[in-house]
């Protein structure tokens, strides 16, 4: 019997859910196999079992998180005061390993005050998208100098890894890090989860920028396929 014939016994005596796991593990063993050769990096059994686990936690709730009928239909609300608001979103193609991410500032009065989008390849799933388009939206804050920002976007484990200190050890990792290091020192900074019903206008910017394959960077507007869906956002009672 050789490998090829193997694999496939060995998937037929499986169920989905462990063959699911089977994948997971071959594809982690194999990636410690290569940082032993090319990084001279060595993991031990139990931190390759918990890299497994960990990214079928970040797996499982991307998928619940997809699979959720949001009920309430909550609208984008302006921030307080001194605080600027930046969502981000992203769109992102499977086949392509493509992706888009759509980035929206705004003020307290509710006015736009950046409007941007950024295509990125090379990108191995939606979670990673995720991850980029948050990384984005902070780049821009940091670069434009505003010191009270809140982030916002509906991605809730991307949020919840941006809140955590200490090291991110998942496959977005090296991103989370990347935005702890760019805000470090900076006590005015919020992540916050929003629906994505509150999140429309960010994520029509990276569905389109995705589709059309054309990147945007406007200030003080948005393109003209946002418009509606600014002044609606706009028309909102601050909280």
């Known amino acids: 019997m050789d490998f090829v014939q193997w694999l496939t016994w060995v998937f037929e005596q499986l169920t989905p859910c462990q063959g699911r796991l089977f994948c997971y ?15 001279e990096k060595v993991s031990n059994g139990k931190e390759i079992a918990n890299f497994i686990s960990n990214y079928i936690t970040e797996l499982t709730g991307f998928e619940k998180r ?6 309430e239909n909550k609208r984008w609300r302006h921030p307080h005061c001194e605080f600027i608001k930046i969502n981000f979103d992203s769109a992102y193609n ?9 980035i929206m500032a ?19 799933s939606a979670f990673a998208a995720e991850a980029i388009a948050c990384w984005k939206a902070v780049q821009i804050g940091v670069e434009n100098g505003w010191q009270s920002i809140i982030f916002e976007g509906d991605s809730f484990a991307i949020i919840k890894k941006c809140n ?7 496959l977005v990792g090296a991103y989370i890090y990347d935005i702890q290091q760019k805000i470090s020192g900076s006590n005015n900074i919020r ?33 003209d396929y946002a418009e509606e869906q600014k002044r609606y956002d706009w028309v909102c009672e601050p909280d």
């Open 94 to 102: 499977e086949s392509q390993n493509r992706s888009a991410s759509g």
């Open 191 to 223: 992540f916050q989860h929003t629906p994505r019903t509150a999140n429309n206008l960010a994520h029509i910017l990276a569905t389109e920028t995705l589709r059309r394959k054309k990147e945007i960077y406007l200030e003080m507007e948005v393109p």
């Open 164 to 170: 955590i200190k200490g090291q991110d050890r998942s």
């Open 25 to 39: 593990a071959l594809w982690a063993i194999w990636g410690d196999r290569n940082r032993r050769i090319h990084e």
């Open 66 to 71: 997809k699979s959720v009928i949001i009920t």
């Open 106 to 124: 705004r003020d307290a009065e509710g006015k736009v005050l950046l409007s941007c989008s950024e295509i990125h390849n090379d990108i191995t």
